[in-house]
């Protein structure tokens, strides 16, 4: 039966089934077989489902971002970026010191466009703005 089985599927020939005169300990083929049941039920499982949505693309939101909000967002990302890098140079390390340079000029130049705007923001924008100058503001004062 089984000879007629491995005729029937000659890619099995090579498999963790016993060849019939050469005795394989059970110990050694349930673990075996045990592990690739596992991995082929890992990759069937993750078949067929979405990417998680912090990796999905962008939502659409339900209102439009205006260009004031577009500022601030600008702003929160080199501020970010800027509080980062100057971390890293208090660490000592001096392969950043033109980074830190540049995005502390940033820095001051965005915060300065969303100074200008303070009449037009909202309370909410408001205190997102101070916010991210509160978070930049101790690595500004260098």
Do not use: W
């Not at 890619?11 to 082929?40: D, G, H, M, Q, S």
């Not at 705007?117 to 690595?139: C, D, E, G, W, Y």
Request: charged share 20%.
């Amino acid at each position: 039966m089984r000879a007629r089985f491995l005729a029937q599927n000659p890619a099995l020939r090579y498999t963790l089934l016993p060849k019939e005169n050469t005795p394989v300990k059970p110990l050694l083929r349930t673990p075996a077989l045990f592990i690739v049941f596992i991995v082929c039920g890992l990759g069937l499982g993750s078949c067929g489902k979405s990417e998680p949505a912090s990796q999905a693309g962008p939502i659409a939101s339900a209102t439009p971002m205006s260009a004031l909000d577009l500022a601030i967002a600008n702003y929160d990302k080199t501020a970010k970026d800027y509080v980062r890098v100057a971390r890293q140079k208090q660490t000592g390390d001096v392969s950043v010191t033109l980074r830190y340079l540049s995005l502390r000029d940033q820095t001051r130049a965005e915060a300065k466009k969303v100074q200008a705007q303070t009449a037009q923001m909202n309370p909410a924008q408001q205190k997102r703005v101070a916010l991210i100058s509160s978070r930049a503001a101790p690595f500004l004062t260098e």
